[in-house]
């Protein structure tokens, strides 16, 4: 019996990682978040065999216990376990310290030049032509 885990398909990630809960989490949080969420679905299972479907290709009144597929789904619920117990790592000091990198980044982006910032010690900027004499 393989074993797979899956995300229900009412679970929408999207909407979960733009929601208020998710504020402070990095990407290896939501690494662990999605693991602890598939923990609790092994745990579920583990408690309540209640998620026993036949196999395809069987007459379910003859199906045993050889003949079965485990399916497991992660549901809003595991996640919502999860995020009881993995707690972000990124405090809000250091997540308004990212927004204004970000902010910086994309206004250089839209105006295409370098701030005075990232320009050398000599007052140029980086790439502009030397001076002809």
Excluded: W
């Excluded at 923990?39 to 069987?58: H, K």
């Excluded at 927004?99 to 250089?108: E, I, T």
């Excluded at 370098?114 to 900027?125: F, R, T």
């Amino acid at each position: 019996n393989a074993k797979k885990v899956q995300i229900s398909p009412d679970v929408d990630l999207d909407a979960l990682a733009r929601s208020p809960r998710a504020d402070g989490y990095s990407g290896a949080d939501c690494a662990a978040l999605l693991r602890e969420a598939g923990l609790a679905v092994l745990r579920d299972n583990a408690l309540s065999r209640r998620r026993l479907v036949p196999s395809t290709g069987g007459d379910t009144n003859e199906a045993t216990k050889n003949d079965t597929k485990i399916v497991l789904q992660i549901t809003n619920d595991h996640f919502n376990y999860a995020f009881d117990h993995v707690m972000p790592s990124v405090s809000k000091k250091d997540q308004a310290r990212y927004d204004r990198v970000r902010d910086r980044m994309a206004s250089a982006r839209s105006r295409g030049t370098i701030s005075d910032e990232q320009k050398p010690e000599s007052g140029k900027a980086v790439g502009s032509p030397s001076p002809k004499t």
